[in-house]
């Protein structure tokens, strides 16, 4: 049998986990807000914008079932 002890990360570890997932963040939302706007330039209505959004994740979870 295995051992699937966890390993002790120290407080630093974790610090730059956090970091690292905070630069994630700051990512997605920069990318969020230049698509927005390249959304407008190609014609898409404000009201519009969310439903482009969602649905890059709704058609990607078709093809994977």
């Not at 970091?19 to 330039?41: C, Y």
Request: aromatic residues 18%; hydrophobic residues 50%; contains cysteine.
């Amino acid at each position: 049998m295995t051992n699937n002890a966890r390993p002790t990360l120290t407080f630093w570890q974790i610090w730059n986990m956090c970091f690292g997932f905070l630069g994630l963040q700051f990512g997605f939302a920069l990318q969020n807000a230049n698509v927005s706007r390249i959304f407008q330039t190609l014609g898409a209505s404000l009201d519009a914008i969310p439903s482009l959004w969602i649905a890059a994740p709704l058609t990607y979870g078709w093809r994977v079932f």
